[in-house]
């Protein structure tokens, strides 16, 4: 199985000629810093995809042009529930909730847990906890002996153990490092704290992951006065990870990642 970073959190994985996108976006000039390698042009996929995984209906997670293109029009789409409460909450994924429900992708929604098998995929969505209050899944893949966790932008969670003991041990974990912090006017007043995991937490989930190397994604933007992250992310996972014994690859978008 073969890992290709698309960029933020995109990612493609190929394994005997097929392939699976996650968190597929097209264009992320919007919200990605110039100055970070992470804001280079997302990677054009190589292969048409036999599927995406959604781990939420984030605009910086779920693009529906880009998964349309990634897959074709009628492709299958695999993401966690909707938002439950009202329009007036449903504020960072109304809009994508829309654009897949006009599309003509056969979309499926699946509950934690949920195990589903794509060609010599096999996908298992995992409990994950947004930091925003919107349903996410995190995903654990496997094919060809391999496995891999995607981590969505998730906050560190007590399921860690959970799957690690049911899926585990991970080849690669691709983690959130960018300990966002987020103003949104609809989540008054705002918290200081991150709501996504940063360097300490994705090491640490690493480690009960048991991965043998760690990836990090989802960082490198800033939006002035709504999103503010650690910008200096990449050098805190290398710092401690060096001191926890746990390898790390960065991958720039378009770089693969052999994990067999």
């Known amino acids: 199985m073969e890992l290709r970073r698309l960029g933020w959190s995109g990612f493609e994985v190929t394994a005997q000629g097929e392939s699976l996108v996650i968190d597929c976006v097209g264009d992320s000039s919007a919200f990605l ?3 970070l390698s992470n804001g280079r042009p997302v990677a054009p996929l190589r292969t048409p995809a036999s599927g995406a995984l959604v781990t939420h209906l984030h605009f910086d997670h779920t693009d529906v042009p880009a998964i ?3 897959l074709g029009p009628d492709g299958l789409v695999l ?3 909707p938002f439950p409460g009202t329009e007036a909450e ?3 994924t109304a809009e994508q909730e829309a ?6 992708l056969d979309v499926r929604v ?3 847990w949920e195990r589903t098998e794509l060609g ?3 996908v298992t969505a995992v409990p994950a906890v947004d930091g925003l209050g919107d349903p996410q899944v995190g995903w654990a893949v496997e094919a060809d002996g391999a496995r891999l966790f995607h981590g969505g932008d998730t906050l560190f969670h007590g399921s860690w153990w959970l799957i690690a003991g049911r899926l585990g041990p991970f080849d690669v974990a691709a983690l959130p490092v960018n300990a966002a912090v987020v103003d949104a006017p609809h989540l008054q007043p705002p918290s200081a704290l991150a709501a996504a995991m940063g360097a300490r937490e994705a090491v640490q989930a690493a480690a009960i992951l048991q991965a043998g190397i760690l990836v990090p994604m989802h960082y490198g933007a800033f939006i002035p006065g709504i999103y503010v992250e650690d910008d200096h992310a990449i ?3 290398m710092e401690l990870a060096e001191g926890a014994g746990q390898r790390v690859v960065v991958l720039d978008p378009g770089a693969t990642l052999d994990m067999r």
């Open 90 to 92: 449903a504020v960072f």
């Open 68 to 70: 349309e293109s990634a």
């Open 110 to 112: 699946v509950a934690e």
């Open 79 to 81: 993401r966690p529930p």
């Open 99 to 104: 654009a897949l429900a006009a599309s003509r």
């Open 33 to 35: 810093s110039d100055h």
């Open 235 to 237: 050098a805190h996972v």
């Open 120 to 122: 010599p995929f096999t």
